[in-house]
């Protein structure tokens, strides 16, 4: 059975202070509204990891924005994947559109980041998605397909099943707008089909989530589709309220 997950990530917002007392409202609120076996995860910046890492019990998991491909060495302002662990972060979110953009990670480079991550026992939110652009020249399923390839096909079978996947329509992040329903399951749909042509039985047990935009007033309907198990939350996860009303939506 496909693990449900909700994963908050924070990006470049909220100071440590802000950052704790926004986990504790989740935490407290979870324990008294959620009454669901999704898995939540949040991912704040890396200043704030460790502590609020301590707030946390088995129902929320802490996660990384991300980490560099090597164990260690002369990588000035770089986090290694040794150094998450030893805090307790499980799960590492990778290839980021945002990364992917701004700072110009590749397919190869995000598959090293992958290895670690797996070598250490984190687990890798490994993200896709096409641009506006791609989808409009109708090239988007085949450029999301060579993401999953080039990043992760050299994996065995034992290493991808600990893989989580989220799709993530570029043009719905941030501007407003959210992959229609159809839209989305669709992708989602694709995606597996994909995953399954090399990983067979193994990928249809993968979580694969939804990455654009979601929302307390649309979270129920994705999360309905049949190829959805959650999301990649970003605006929402930063309001106590709208990050536990769209857990609730399973």
């Given at each position: 059975m496909r693990?449900?997950?909700?994963?908050?990530?924070?990006?470049?917002?909220?100071?440590?202070?802000?950052?704790?007392?926004?986990?504790?409202?989740?935490?407290?609120?979870?324990?008294?509204?959620?009454?669901?076996?999704?898995?939540?995860?949040?991912?704040?910046?890396?200043?704030?990891?460790?502590?609020?890492?301590?707030?946390?019990?088995?129902?929320?998991?802490?996660?990384?924005?991300?980490?560099?491909?090597?164990?260690?060495?002369?990588?000035?302002?770089?986090?290694?994947?040794?150094?998450?662990?030893?805090?307790?972060?499980?799960?590492?979110?990778?290839?980021?559109?945002?990364?992917?953009?701004?700072?110009?990670?590749?397919?190869?480079?995000?598959?090293?980041?992958?290895?670690?991550?797996?070598?250490?026992?984190?687990?890798?939110?490994?993200?896709?998605?096409?641009?506006?652009?791609?989808?409009?020249?109708?090239?988007?399923?085949?450029?999301?397909?060579?993401?999953?390839?080039e990043s992760l096909f050299h994996l065995s079978d034992d290493e991808f099943r600990k893989v989580v996947i989220a799709y993530e329509p570029i043009w719905a992040i941030g501007t407003g707008v959210t992959a229609s329903t159809a839209q989305a399951q669709e992708m989602h749909e694709k995606i597996r089909k994909h995953l399954i042509s090399k990983y067979g039985k193994t990928a249809e047990e993968t979580s694969i989530l939804y990455g654009g935009s979601c929302k307390p007033d649309n979270a129920k309907e994705l999360f309905a589709c049949k190829d959805v198990d959650g999301g990649l939350i970003g605006g929402a996860s930063l309001k106590s309220r709208d990050f536990v009303d769209i857990i609730k939506s399973f």
């Open positions: 693990k449900k997950i909700v994963a908050g990530n924070w990006k470049m917002n909220k100071t440590h202070e802000e950052g704790l007392k926004l986990a504790t409202e989740i935490v407290n609120m979870v324990k008294d509204e959620v009454r669901n076996d999704a898995q939540l995860v949040i991912c704040p910046s890396f200043v704030s990891l460790q502590g609020i890492a301590k707030l946390l019990d088995s129902r929320v998991s802490i996660g990384a924005q991300n980490c560099n491909s090597k164990a260690s060495g002369a990588y000035t302002g770089e986090v290694s994947v040794e150094m998450l662990k030893a805090i307790d972060v499980k799960y590492v979110i990778l290839g980021h559109s945002e990364r992917r953009e701004y700072f110009k990670e590749t397919n190869l480079e995000l598959a090293e980041k992958v290895n670690i991550v797996l070598k250490n026992g984190l687990i890798p939110i490994f993200c896709c998605g096409e641009t506006l652009k791609q989808r409009e020249k109708g090239i988007h399923i085949e450029f999301v397909n060579s993401q999953l390839t």
